[in-house]
């Protein structure tokens, strides 16, 4: 069975520490690895998308990274409205279709 | 304007009732998703509609039936409720078929249910 885990559970910065979130998985195949940011009382919002070992994605303060067996999301020198929950996802070939296998995320909270 | 809409925001109803969500996207995409979240955040896939055709169904109760009238709009019907489908329930789309690559995936506010 395809196992997405996400850690730290919490995360609580003061604005400027950097640190670093993980997302280990455990799939036969995967399609993609993808990060959302999700805010409190609405949808999940689409980051970053990684498909290869290696690959990098950067995006203002974020910084996504894959290999084999994890992704990590770095944030570099947060700030108080990067505090949401962060959510990994892999997809998945079942069949003809591909399903997306979410972890339980990480809130973050960064104070000011 | 909004992408992805659902109605309504809030449902609160007693246990045994049937309830609708609708949801409906102007993005032009022609896959939509239905996914539910529970209290500790997990967030699960229910369906998957590609231009109204069924392409996934994970292990969901027979109560749930989605409708996809056509490509912008998946309703989600609920009978019989049961005091474990409390929570929220989002609606999602992206372009091309759910196989394919690249596509990211636009989710709507999300509907909370309550069943008392």
């Known amino acids: 069975e395809d196992q997405v885990t996400q850690s730290p559970e919490a995360l609580r910065l003061q604005e400027g520490e950097s640190s670093s979130l993980n997302c280990s998985y455990t799939v036969s195949g995967l399609r993609g690895l993808f990060w959302y940011r999700q805010d409190p009382g609405k949808g999940p919002e689409f980051l970053f998308t990684?498909?290869?070992a290696g690959e990098e994605k950067e995006k203002e303060r974020l910084k996504a990274t894959l290999t084999k067996k994890e992704s990590f999301l770095h944030i570099t020198a947060p700030k108080p409205e990067d505090s949401a929950t962060y959510l990994c996802?892999?997809?998945?070939?079942?069949?003809?279709?591909?399903?997306?296998?979410f972890g339980r995320g990480t809130s973050l909270i960064v104070h000011p | 304007d909004t992408a992805v809409s659902q109605t309504p925001k809030y449902l609160v109803t007693q246990m045994g009732n049937d309830k609708s969500i609708k949801c409906e996207q102007n993005?032009?995409?022609?896959?939509m998703y239905w996914y539910k979240q529970d209290s500790k955040k997990f967030l699960k896939i229910m369906f998957s509609y590609n231009n109204k055709e069924l392409i996934i169904n994970e292990t969901v109760p027979n109560r749930f039936s989605p409708k996809s009238p056509d490509k912008a709009h998946l309703n989600l019907h609920i009978n019989s409720l049961e005091l474990g489908d409390s929570a929220v329930y989002f609606c999602?789309?992206?372009?091309?078929?759910?196989?394919?690559?690249?596509?990211?995936?636009?989710f709507g506010p999300g509907t909370r249910l309550l069943v008392l």
């Open positions: 996802a892999v997809r998945t070939r079942s069949g003809g279709s591909y399903i997306p296998t």
């Open positions: 999602a789309s992206n372009q091309g078929l759910a196989g394919g690559y690249q596509e990211t995936q636009y």
């Open positions: 993005l032009g995409h022609d896959t």
């Open positions: 990684l498909y290869s």
